[in-house]
């Protein structure tokens, strides 16, 4: 009987991971109704199978090559309840007459959309994307800077041009989304030209955050952008894993779960 249980619960990891791509050891712990340790041991044995591949954190089908990044418009889908509670937490940081700095993924597009009524504004960002959520809002007190350069599959403008304007220029806050978050690797993207301008951002900022839904942890991209001590703070989901907290709270100044 409990081999069979256990055949039941490894089912439903399977369907959960086929739904959603990446599932985390707290969260099926919790739907499941067993402990860490019992969602643990289901994990090994299916990776032992070949059925999936283990994470940190979780699992996921198949080991993501560190250089892959898929689509803005992919990425727009994945945790958007929770990347608009990051954007919820996130504008209460920002007041009128701020000039705050937004790199392109679609948390910090999450964001701009309840940025456009806010007074005074200057908004700097290398996302043509972002920039038209502002342009549409015609919001004559904000004043909107695009960054030009090349660009890339998560329509991020990137490059020497990019980085020109960014080290001309010194905002407030940075708003900063990112591929993949570790305590080893810090912050990281699979694009080494997004990595050099996301740099150039935090360089340009007296305040950095990191806006990144609780998936992004245990991820690494190809190349670091910043380690974890590096930047103010981080806001994510409330979902994040208990190992994670700890380890982000001894790394951060500030950790706000949404």
């Given at each position: 009987m409990t081999e069979m249980l256990a055949s039941a619960r490894q089912q439903r990891i399977l369907d959960a991971l086929r739904e959603r791509e990446q599932v985390r050891v707290t969260s099926l712990a919790a739907e499941l109704g067993v402990s860490e340790m019992t969602v643990r041991r289901d994990l090994n044995a299916l990776a032992e199978r070949g059925a999936l591949v283990k994470v940190h954190g979780g699992a996921t089908l198949d080991a993501a090559p560190t250089s892959s990044e898929p689509g803005f418009t992919h990425k727009l889908a994945l945790e958007s309840g929770e990347k608009q509670a990051?954007?919820?937490?996130?504008?209460?940081?920002?007041?009128?007459?701020?000039?705050?700095?937004?790199?392109?993924?679609?948390?910090?597009?999450?964001?701009?959309?309840?940025?456009?009524?806010?007074?005074?504004?200057?908004?700097?960002?290398?996302?043509?994307?972002?920039?038209?959520?502002?342009?549409?809002?015609?919001?004559?007190s904000q004043n909107i800077i695009l960054t030009g350069g090349i660009r890339t599959v998560s329509d991020a403008l990137v490059g020497p041009l990019a980085l020109s304007a960014l080290g001309q220029l010194h905002v407030d806050v940075l708003f900063l989304g990112v591929h993949g978050m570790t305590s080893e690797d810090g912050f990281t993207t699979p694009n080494m030209l997004e990595a050099q301008t996301n740099q150039a951002f935090i360089r340009a900022a007296a305040r950095q955050i990191i806006v990144a839904d609780h998936t992004k942890w245990g991820v690494t991209g190809l190349c670091q952008i910043a380690p974890l001590s590096q930047v103010d703070a981080l806001i994510t989901g409330t979902r994040l894993d208990g190992e994670a907290k700890v380890l982000l709270r001894q790394a951060l100044d500030t950790l706000i779960l949404a």
């Open positions: 990051i954007a919820q937490a996130a504008v209460k940081l920002i007041k009128p007459g701020m000039s705050i700095a937004l790199n392109s993924g679609t948390t910090t597009y999450a964001l701009a959309s309840q940025c456009t009524g806010i007074k005074d504004l200057t908004v700097v960002t290398n996302s043509p994307r972002i920039a038209e959520i502002f342009y549409a809002a015609a919001n004559p």
